[in-house]
């Protein structure tokens, strides 16, 4: 019981954080590891999709109703992320992505620099380009981000969102809007992957995805009240977070 009250408030944290700009693993993930420190860990990261893809599909939902979703630009996109994300994961199996744990962090700490000397960021939404265009950018931000989903994954969320605001032209909310079918088809990817290996405990994945349904019903209310203003503030948050734990991992451990 106790094992299942704990994985089910990092569920709900990990929705609410995901709906609003991506970096939910960044909270569920050691929950898994630290309440099944003996699991394998693809079986914990198949788990973590088999509960994660649930409250990013309820978000991307909410958003939808919400927000005018560029669906001419997002679905070749979504595609895109899913065969990208499909290529990472069998890469992963071919070959030592060490180096990338050790870049992440100085990655993440240049975006972070970047959004905070960039003031006006995000703010306002201005998209570049329009149609086949803009479809073609946001496709290929799809398969790099998908790639680096199935081949490593912490912040993806935050990447995508990151990437839409400052190639795109669009601000954090219709971002981190767009985002969320991106995401999602990087989950649906990975969790196939994962659910075909046996490597996902269906009960225990089931049980967070509806903490993670609810906590990602507040998030995504959060966002649509306050704005790009509030979903930046929550990006740099979440960022900043990423870069601890990431560079705990991989330089300090």
Sequence with gaps: MLDALILMAAALAAGFVDAIVGGGGLVLVPALFSVFPQAAPATLFGTNKGAAIWGTAWATAQYARRVTLPWGTLLPAAAATLLGSLAGAWCVTQLDGAWLRKALPLLLLGLLAYTLARKDLGREHRPRWQGRREAGVASLIGVAI????????????????????????????NASASAKLLNCAANASALT??????????????????ANVAGSLLGTRLA??????????MFLVVVGGLILKTGWDAWLR
């Design 146 to 173: 998908g790639f680096y989903d199935g081949f490593f994954g912490p912040g993806t969320g935050s990447f995508f969102v990151f990437l839409l605001v400052r190639l795109l032209g669009y601000d954090f909310l």
């Design 224 to 233: 649509l009240r306050h704005g790009a203003g509030f979903v930046r503030g």
């Design 193 to 210: 992957l994962f659910a075909a290996t046996g490597h996902v405990w269906w009960g225990w994945a089931l049980l967070m995805a509806a």
